[in-house]
């Protein structure tokens, strides 16, 4: 199957936006199965995670302690662009991920969803997404 992208306005700095139902419409729309999905962003200022999607606070809590670990103004940053922060930021994550998918469905836990992790927004992102069938 061809690789499938779509884009993501993200509306700050840091932000967190669950992607879960655009990769569950994705395997809906083109009649998927069973097999892998592989998730990934061609940004080095942003990522790809899984984490809890019952309870905001989770979001929250990740921004306040990336951003209290990593600041974006450090005088010992050396990139000039004033993003040294979201490079090291998204180090910290993947640009991609698999994810299993069987009888048409993601497979996550009940608490969990995917997430586009953006560090240098606001920003308009790609993500591109690789579908790939279960050979039964």
């Known amino acids: 199957m061809k690789t499938i992208s779509f884009e993501i306005r993200t509306s700050s700095r ?3 936006s669950d992607i879960t139902s655009d990769l569950q419409n994705l395997l809906n729309d083109n009649n ?3 097999g892998i999905i592989t998730v990934f ?3 080095t200022t942003a990522g790809i995670t899984i984490n809890e999607n019952a309870d905001p606070d989770v979001q929250h ?3 306040y302690k ?3 670990m990593i600041p974006k103004d ?3 940053y050396r990139h000039s662009e004033g993003n040294s922060d979201s490079h090291l930021k998204s180090s910290l994550f993947s640009p991609s991920l698999n994810l299993i998918y069987e009888n048409g469905k993601l497979i996550l836990g009940i608490w969990q ?3 586009f992790c953006e ?3 606001p920003r308009i992102r790609k993500v591109h997404v690789k579908i790939i069938e279960d050979n039964n």
Do not use: I, M, R, W
């Open 32 to 34: 998927c199965q069973s």
């Open 113 to 115: 969803a995917v997430y």
């Open 119 to 121: 560090f240098d927004g």
């Open 41 to 43: 962003t061609p940004h």
């Open 14 to 16: 840091t932000a967190f």
């Open 66 to 68: 990336l951003n209290e």
């Open 74 to 76: 450090e005088a010992s």
């Open 61 to 63: 809590d990740l921004k």
